[in-house]
């Protein structure tokens, strides 16, 4: 069946420090992969796209990376703060056209 | 508007009555989403609007669940004898086209008492 997983425990790591979140996928063929960042009673916010023929995407502070043999997204945060406490969600659209499909999130603690 | 708006923000309602939930999506997006999300989950795919076209409602739970869409406009989603497993918040999403960048509302937080 498919799946889409990311770390359900929250990641802890200090003001400054890189953080590393991770979205593994199963039996997709996935067309792009997007991440998504939502903050306790709100809507989701979209942040990145990255495209099955892309390696690594970049914005500012964030990097995401898509490796189909490994089938798997790495989303960093570098020099991270505390405002980038919040929850990630990666999103994945596979080439069958279908609906995007949300894994369940990982919440990231950023302490000072 | 200037992004998503859902109402009501919150509904408390009883075991077995009916709601609606209302959503207002960004003006000019083609394709409206709703999805659910329990406490502490990812989100669920409910419904999927996209112009004229036939509604994709491969993700409703039930039949006590229906949804519809005026144009490409406002979408109301309507919940039948609604159970205490239906607390959850629902969100509703506009984008531009099928599956690009989807903007969300600040959801519905539903709790069937």
């Known amino acids: 069946s498919q799946k889409i997983e990311q770390n359900s425990e929250a990641l802890n790591i200090q003001e400054g420090k890189t953080a590393t979140l991770t979205c593994n996928y199963t039996?997709?063929?996935?067309?792009?992969l997007q991440w998504y960042r939502q903050d306790p009673g709100r809507g989701p916010v979209f942040l990145l796209l990255?495209?099955?023929?892309?390696k690594e995407k970049r914005k500012e502070r964030l990097k995401v990376t898509f490796d189909t043999t490994l089938k798997q997204s790495l989303f960093h945060i570098t020099a991270s703060q505390p405002a980038d406490s919040a929850t990630y969600l990666c999103?994945?659209?596979?080439?069958?056209?279908?609906?995007?499909?949300f894994g369940g999130g990982t919440r990231l603690m950023v302490k000072p | 508007g200037a992004g998503v708006s859902q109402s009501p923000s919150n509904k408390v309602t009883e075991k077995g009555k009916d709601v609606e939930l209302r959503c207002d999506p960004i003006?000019?997006?083609?394709?409206l989403y709703w999805y659910r999300q329990r406490l502490g989950q990812g989100l669920e795919f409910l419904i999927y609007?996209?112009?004229?076209?036939?509604?994709?409602k491969s993700g409703l739970p039930s039949d006590r669940f229906s949804a519809e869409r005026t144009g490409e406009s406002v979408s109301t989603l309507t919940i039948q004898r609604t159970q205490q497993e239906d607390s959850a918040v629902y969100l509703c999403?506009?984008?531009?086209?099928?599956?690009?960048?989807?903007?969300f509302g600040p959801g519905t937080r539903l709790t069937v008492l």
């Open positions: 039996n997709y063929s996935p067309a792009y």
């Open positions: 003006s000019g997006h083609t394709a």
């Open positions: 609007f996209q112009g004229n076209s036939a509604p994709d």
């Open positions: 990255i495209r099955e023929n892309e």
């Open positions: 999103a994945l659209r596979d080439n069958a056209g279908n609906m995007l499909t």
């Open positions: 999403a506009s984008s531009l086209y099928f599956n690009n960048e989807q903007f």
